[in-house]
């Protein structure tokens, strides 16, 4: 039953929810920062357009002279096709190693987001107690505060002790029998 054990465990483990709710208060932190970033960005438009314009011109620049460097780089490639695989094997260690690093960064950033929406949960759920047990109260009332039912008159009968009578047995109908059918 290892199976079974493992899908109780998988969906009993709340981590998956407090990163979620870790992403959302991320999200939400940062959408508050984007007013003042926007308000930044447009009192820099002049220096970016006098940036862009610059840019531009630097591009074009380079543009003029990329058919010879292109020539050159093809020119320069090495011919030997030893020298391409070592480089191709050499360039595939870097990309594994990179792929290993990023799935690092990643789990610990899962683990950071999945603190983080713990700790929002938990500043959440006191409120959520209150409400829950401020209702609870609301629709249990305790047994002091019931109140008793006293007869107006006194020589009118007291209903609770018609109450606590059993009810008395309901009638059954005779049954019909079906036509041409004999009891």
């Excluded at 959302?24 to 930044?40: I, M, S, T």
């Excluded at 531009?56 to 050159?72: C, D, I, N």
């Excluded at 480089?87 to 960064?105: I, P, S």
Aim: net charge negative; glycine share 4%.
């Amino acid at each position: 039953m290892p199976i079974t054990d493992e899908i109780k465990k998988t969906l009993t483990d709340p981590t998956p929810l407090y990163a979620l709710a870790g992403a959302g208060d991320l999200a939400y932190e940062k959408l508050r920062e984007v007013p003042g970033k926007v308000e930044a960005l447009a009192a820099d438009r002049q220096g970016a357009q006098e940036m862009a314009t610059a840019k531009l011109h630097e591009a074009q620049g380079l543009l003029a002279g990329a058919p010879a460097k292109v020539t050159e780089a093809v020119t320069a490639l090495p011919t030997d096709l030893k020298v391409l695989q070592e480089r191709a094997q050499g360039f595939a260690l870097q990309q594994v190693a990179r792929a290993v690093e990023l799935a690092v960064r990643a789990k610990e950033t899962y683990d950071e987001l999945a603190e983080r929406g713990k700790v929002v949960v938990d500043k959440a759920r006191p409120q959520a107690d209150s409400t829950q047990a401020d209702a609870a109260q609301a629709v249990e009332p305790s047994d002091a505060a019931e109140p008793v039912a006293e007869p107006a008159d006194p020589a009118e009968p007291i209903e609770a002790e018609l109450l606590d009578e059993p009810p008395a047995p309901k009638k059954s109908k005779p049954r019909k029998s079906a036509p041409g059918v004999t009891e």
